[in-house]
Nanobody, 119 residues
Framework: QVQLVESGGGLVQPGGSLRLSCTAS????????MSWYRQAPGKERELVAA????????RYGDSVKGRFTISRDNAKNTVYLQMNNLKPEDTAVYYC????????????WGQGTQVTVSS
């Protein structure tokens, strides 16, 4: 059974940091592109960041470039999202996902973790 379990969300003040984690099971983690998406109320789900199977290539949404960093540990079947200098507009549910390539939609999704940036 495929599982993607996110953790690390919460409430943080503007300018603060959070680190999200996503631990995978039930599929070959090291052969999948891993991504983080987010969805804010009333908005479409958007790509936040993605990392290649070996972690050597990354992609970021324009709104998070320079503030967020995605990484992965294939030995632990875990992908991370370090979020710095958080802004209120980063408030959303963050989803971990796994896909077979950069150019195809994710095959698997986690349940999501809430991130709220507010003073």
């Amino acid at each position: 059974q495929v599982q993607l379990v996110e953790s690390g969300g919460g409430l943080v003040q503007p300018g603060g940091s959070l680190r999200l984690s996503c631990t995978a099971s039930g599929f070959t983690f090291s052969s999948h592109v891993m991504s983080w998406y987010r969805q804010a109320p009333g908005k479409e789900r958007e790509l936040v960041a993605a990392v290649s199977v070996l972690g050597r290539s990354t992609r970021y949404g324009d709104s998070v470039k320079g503030r967020f960093t995605i990484s992965r540990d294939n030995a632990k079947n875990t992908v991370y999202l370090q979020m710095n200098n958080l802004k209120p507009e980063d408030t959303a549910v963050y989803y971990c996902s796994a896909g077979s390539s950069w150019h195809s939609p994710p095959n698997y999704w986690g349940q999501g973790t809430q991130v709220t940036v507010s003073s």
